[in-house]
């Protein structure tokens, strides 16, 4: 290099660029920035080197390490490869900051417990693959044994209707989703209680009266609203409507057994958390109604 007047000490450089000395007496003991010494063993920098340094200080300023500087200054690699890979990281680390917001909101609106916030901290921060896992396995395990071909494989296998991912800006209503979710799932009494329902649906009979599901929501929810007691004579009235006095005692006994069996609040709020999880509006509680119902059943059928 030359040490005519275009060439500039490491003072003179760190003046022009507004970088400290001891930056560039760093960059350049790592090779980034081209420099002579004088007669008297100075570091002189030629013009390029203060192209050089307001390059390595964007590059470095967007985030990348001193060994990809070098890489693309040696035309290594290209600054576009070099890019793409960084906006690829950057997602994912502004994924992980906004589930990170979302976990902490739900800690702060719940009011948590340590163990229950570590709890919320390992199933919030499982990829999609291991959420899909987790609820492939609960499937897997309720539906052991049931022949494939079972109408109770149908309910079996939309249990498993999970989104890929959490939104990447997920909402805190999501994320709780997903932790009640999770620990649903994982809840011994829930997957037994699933499990009943569908060994229970694989071996049912066909009832020969179906009852109308917007009837009940109707007539079993206002005696609900109204405070009816189902084995009231109030209740008989609203029961009739539901169920037609002159359906067979049997049939009747058995209709209710098969509701005593599929009835539940939880499996209900299994499908209501997904619904929140996928970002659609959960179904009002239907259960309640039908709960109303079997105890009028259990009422009036006895009597």
């Not at 290099?1 to 003991?29: K, V």
């Amino acid at each position: 290099m030359s040490t005519d007047a275009e060439s500039f000490t490491i003072g003179q450089l760190a003046r022009r660029t507004g970088l400290s000395a001891r930056t560039i007496r760093f960059w350049s003991d790592a090779g980034l920035v081209p420099l002579a010494r004088s007669a008297g063993g100075y570091r002189l920098y030629g013009p390029e080197a203060v192209l050089r340094l307001e390059l390595v200080r964007t590059l470095r300023e967007l985030g990348l390490g001193l060994d990809v500087v070098q890489q693309i200054l040696s035309s290594a690699v290209t600054v576009t490869d070099v890019a793409a890979a960084q906006v690829a990281a950057l997602d994912t680390e502004i994924r992980t900051l906004r589930l990170r917001r979302a976990v902490l909101s739900t800690i702060a609106n719940r009011g948590s417990s340590i163990e229950e916030t570590l709890l919320m901290h390992k199933l919030a921060r499982l990829s999609a693959q291991e959420r899909q896992q987790i609820i492939d396995d609960f499937v897997a395990d309720i539906a052991t044994g049931i022949d494939p071909d079972s109408p109770a494989m149908g309910v079996a296998n939309s249990m498993r209707q999970m989104p890929v991912e959490l939104p990447d800006d997920p909402a805190p209503e999501q994320v709780d989703a997903w932790i009640e979710l999770g620990e649903l799932v994982a809840n011994e009494d829930f997957r037994n209680r699933v499990r009943a329902m569908a060994v229970a649906g694989a071996g049912a009979d066909e009832l020969d009266y179906e009852l109308d599901y917007y009837a009940v929501s109707e007539h079993a929810g206002r005696a609900l609203a109204e405070g009816i007691e189902p084995g009231s004579a109030q209740g008989k009235a609203i029961l009739d409507r539901l169920v037609a006095p002159d359906f067979p005692s049997g049939e009747r006994s058995r209709l209710l057994e098969q509701l005593e069996v599929f009835v539940d609040a939880r499996v209900e709020r299994y499908w209501q958390l997904l619904a929140i999880i996928n970002g659609r509006p959960p179904h009002p509680a239907a259960v309640p109604n039908f709960e109303w119902l079997i105890a009028a059943l259990r009422a009036h059928t006895n009597a």
